[in-house]
């Protein structure tokens, strides 16, 4: 269509309910209190945190062959939100309560045989919950909204360019209990040393929830209709919405259970006086997950037809077991006599496997006719959605319908073969130098699958049939209701190669220190179901195109290329039992004698970023989209950091936005993953000390500690949505708090020791 005269929406033109809902009444939404046309609103939230924890240990001696621990641990945590920082918002909650008792019982059976036997239960329970402190009640029917709703608030509206407001409500319970039993015996005849043993574990999870949708849903304005994300929320063009829990049997509530064994024989043989061969085998077996009632089902896509736990000859999990986990592994350690002793090389093999854990949004009592949850896609060949229906068009509960989840049935563990080559040279008495190369490589990662992407159609995409029809499950009568699925598959891949340098400094006249250096590259073709805690690498949980995951494969969110650390003491040589001042007045030995410094310095490379952009493939790929790169240019802007910071639009930002376009429609943009860089990260923290002594028995002890001592600003990664023309490249933000690096922090501590 026609842009509108100076790119302004008339106001006659504005038909979104909620948007005529939020002008006309800014106590839903506030009216700026500073100027600009971002960042313009300034307020204050309020929240509380509480919690304590106890343990209590045993230890007791039996004989002088028997000895016994127990230990048991208790907490008991929880915060939440007073005030709100806007009055659209409710208030997250969260209660945590850890537990657990561990029990361990070593036996001599003989001068060369030990056993050692240990069992334990923990058990851990989770709550996510909501208050409506600002009285919200049925926030979507006073933004014109049809239908009802399952808790109080505003559903989440995701606007590109804004920050948008409400929440998807994802209310949470998970009470997890782990019971374990392990048995080690170690043997030692002449010069080898055997270790064998086995553990069990037993793992049993009782959830709700309600699906990543959440309670209140969400709809979604990117600007693939517009351009702009805020006009297509003003024009009601919506790019997608989603609500969990609309119904089912037994809707978001599920008991899991799976036995974990393992069995074990390890041998250390020294060969010689300066070689010893590390010999050993390991077979580990993950019984398949099932559901305490068999409230569960899958989803043939070959056929279309749906499978349930423990009926018409399916097994109970509804996925086929992996008896096949042999981890071999093998090392050695050799001492060279020509370098004096004070060379030792080295170097190890072995294979890991494990079954991860997936998402609980992935699990397959999350299916028909035990819970339902909608989703649904809009784009060109669908035509634009709406809000003025809500939610009441996309609830289906007469037959299988919106997003379900499929597990692979040849599903199996991760296996991850590891190596490393170290020498470690010893320089003097108390200082030496390593030189390692580490590698590992990982197959059958376990990582989220879309098995219903739509496929394209032939011919121009105004052509093509509506997105629901492209659908592989279309073609089943019983799925043609069926939107994306969250499958769970094992076909990520990563691979690690590193060079890691250590110089390690002994105590000695004072000083003690490590410092590290790491050069390493790390590819995937996924992040995973937890992904990289925050977004850094711009990256979604699934494929830009399911059927081309090669395309995804890149630098990992946390490859940074370049690592140092350090981590040091040092005793200043002043003052009583040191070199200098020994013989200093008690008085000015309490001012000047007895400090001690110490430092901690961390510095890295920037993590990797990918560039993203609204899909313009008209295929609904749950990654969302990605720009094409124009060839020769450069991606980075000059003068990028300034750029970034600026609030000046014309400035642009840390990316070249020219050196990126909007693939043609019908196609997937080919921007790597991980093709730009953010900015690095430097940390320097500082400590000083000194006991004051006033007999030997007591003494005060002083500390002072500078974290950030520079005040050095670490930047959070810019933006990487080009479609966000605004924000696109911009910084808004910095690390911050704890190890992350924020604001330059002074904390001073006085103990008394008694």
């Known amino acids: 269509g026609q842009p509108f005269a100076g790119n302004i929406i008339p106001a006659d033109r504005i038909v979104n309910p909620a948007a005529k809902a939020l002008f006309a009444n800014p106590s839903l939404y506030p009216l700026p209190n500073r100027p600009g046309i971002s960042n313009n609103y300034v307020t204050d ?26 230990r048991y641990y208790f907490g008991d945590y929880e915060q939440g939100v007073t005030k709100t920082a806007l009055p659209s918002d409710i208030s997250a909650t969260s209660f945590s309560r850890p537990q657990g008792i561990v029990l361990n019982w070593t036996r001599n059976i003989g001068s060369t045989i030990v056993n050692e036997a240990r069992a334990g239960l923990s058990r851990s329970t989770f709550i996510s919950d909501f208050t409506d402190p ?46 374990h039993y392990g048995d080690n015996l170690t043997l030692i005849k002449g010069n080898q040393t055997f270790k064998m043993g086995g553990q069990w574990q037993r793992y049993q999870q009782n959830r709700f929830y309600p699906g990543n949708n959440g309670l209140l849903g969400f709809f979604s304005y990117t600007g693939q209709f517009t351009g702009n994300g805020f006009a297509d929320f003003l024009l009601d063009q919506l790019s997608q919405k989603g609500i969990g829990n609309t119904g089912g049997s037994n809707p978001g509530t599920w008991g899991h259970r799976q036995n974990r064994i393992g069995v074990f024989f390890q041998d250390d043989y020294k060969v010689r006086s300066n070689f010893t061969l590390n010999l050993g085998l390991r077979w580990e077996y993950t019984s398949p997950v099932i559901e305490v009632a068999d409230r569960q089902s899958n989803i043939d896509i070959t056929t279309g037809r749906q499978l349930f736990a423990g009926k018409d000859g399916n097994s109970r999990a509804l996925y086929k077991p992996f008896r096949k986990g042999f981890e071999p592994r093998i090392g050695f350690a050799w001492t060279p006599e020509k370098f004096n002793n004070k060379l030792v090389v080295r170097a190890g093999y072995g294979i890991t496997q494990y079954m991860e854990g997936t998402g609980a949004n992935l699990r397959l ?60 040279y010893q320089l003097n008495n108390s200082s ?19 098995f219903n992407q739509a496929l394209p159609d032939s011919g121009p995409v105004s052509g093509w049939r509506p997105l629901q029809q ?50 390493s590259k790390t590819l995937t073709d996924n992040i995973g179901y937890y992904g990289s805690g925050g977004g850094v690498a711009g990256l979604g949980f699934y494929q830009r195109n399911y059927y081309d995951r090669k395309a995804d494969y890149g630098r990992a969110f946390f490859d940074a290329r370049n690592v140092f650390s350090w981590a040091g003491s040092y005793e200043l040589p002043i003052g009583k039992g040191r070199s200098w001042g020994g013989d200093l007045h008690p008085a000015l030995n309490a001012v000047l004698g007895g400090w001690n410094v110490n430092s901690i310095v961390s510095a890295r490379s920037g993590f990797p970023l990918s560039i993203r952009a609204n899909d313009n493939s008209q295929q609904a790929p749950r990654a969302g989209g990605y720009p094409n790169i124009v060839t020769g240019a450069d991606p980075y802007n000059s003068d990028g950091l300034r750029r970034a910071l600026s609030n000046n639009p014309a400035d ?18 080919n921007a790597g993953v991980g093709i730009v860089t953010a900015t690095g990260f430097v940390n320097v923290d500082f400590g000083v000390g000194k006991k004051f002594y006033f007999t030997e028995r007591y003494h005060l002890d002083f500390r002072a500690d500078f974290y ?24 808004t933000g910095t690390y911050g708090g704890g190890t992350a690096a924020g604001a330059r922090n002074l904390e001073f501590s006085l103990k008394f020791f008694f």
């Open 45 to 70: 939230f309020a929240n509380f945190v509480g919690g304590y924890q106890f343990d209590v240990k045993i230890d007791a001696r039996w004989s002088e062959k028997d000895s016994l621990s127990a």
């Open 708 to 731: 950030n001592l520079p005040n050095h600003p670490n930047f959070a990664p810019p933006n990487v949505n080009w479609s966000d023309t605004a924000n696109f490249g911009k910084i």
């Open 470 to 519: 492209r659908r592989p499950l279309y073609r089943f009568p019983n799925l043609q209701l069926v939107t994306a699925i969250g499958g769970t598959d094992s076909y990520g891949n990563s691979n690690y190669n590193g060079l890691q340098l250590s110089y390690r400094q002994r105590y000695a006249k004072g000083l003690e220190f490590l410092a590290s250096y790491t050069y």
């Open 365 to 424: 009592p999350l299916n028909p006719p035990f819970f339902a949850e909608a989703d649904v896609t809009y784009d060109a060949t669908s035509g634009a959605g709406s809000i003025s229906r809500g939610f009441t068009d996309v609830i289906v509960r007469n037959q299988i319908a919106g997003i379900i989840r499929i597990w692979n049935p040849d599903l199996r563990p991760q296996f991850t073969q590891q190596w490393n080559l170290t020498l470690e």
């Open 134 to 179: 600002n009285n919200i009640g049925n926030g979507n029917n006073k933004l014109g909204i049809p239908g009802s709703q399952a808790v109080f608030g505003f559903s989440n509206f995701r606007i590109t360019g804004t920050g948008g407001f409400g929440t998807t409500a994802v209310r949470e319970f998970n009470v997890t209990n782990t019971f």
């Open 432 to 450: 030496s130098f390593s030189a390692a190369y580490v590698g590992n490589k990982a197959t059958h990662l376990v990582a989220p699958a879309d």
């Open 652 to 669: 642009g930002g840390f990316f070249n936005r020219d050196a990126f376009t909007l693939p043609t429609a019908g196609t997937f943009g």
